[in-house]
């Protein structure tokens, strides 16, 4: 009906998230800096998603049972 959509010129890398000239996807070679940050950029929702979950547990009766527990347990070694 329409035909197809132009394609970008530019495409992220997958690995680091660089914008690539498509031509040159093949040959792009990351940068070890940019590729950490990008995926510690990746991982900062699910490392928040943690720190909620185990907030969450810790609160809850088995999560206070664990701590008291483990307290306990370091206090007899």
Same mark, same amino acid.
Do not use: K, N
């Given at each position: 009906m329409f035909g197809s959509l132009p394609q970008p010129a530019r495409i992220p890398c997958p690995?680091?998230?660089a914008s690539v000239p498509r031509e040159e996807q =093949?040959?792009?070679a990351c940068d070890p800096a940019e590729r950490d940050r990008f995926q /510690?950029?990746? %991982?900062? %929702?699910?490392?928040e998603r943690f720190d909620d979950e %185990?907030?969450?547990? %810790?609160s809850s009766p =088995? =999560? /206070?049972f664990a701590m008291f527990y483990a307290e306990w347990q370091r206090r007899a070694a």
């Amino acid at each position: 009906m329409f035909g197809s959509l132009p394609q970008p010129a530019r495409i992220p890398c997958p690995d680091c998230g660089a914008s690539v000239p498509r031509e040159e996807q =093949g040959e792009h070679a990351c940068d070890p800096a940019e590729r950490d940050r990008f995926q /510690r950029f990746q %991982l900062q %929702l699910e490392v928040e998603r943690f720190d909620d979950e %185990l907030t969450s547990w %810790l609160s809850s009766p =088995g =999560g /206070r049972f664990a701590m008291f527990y483990a307290e306990w347990q370091r206090r007899a070694a």
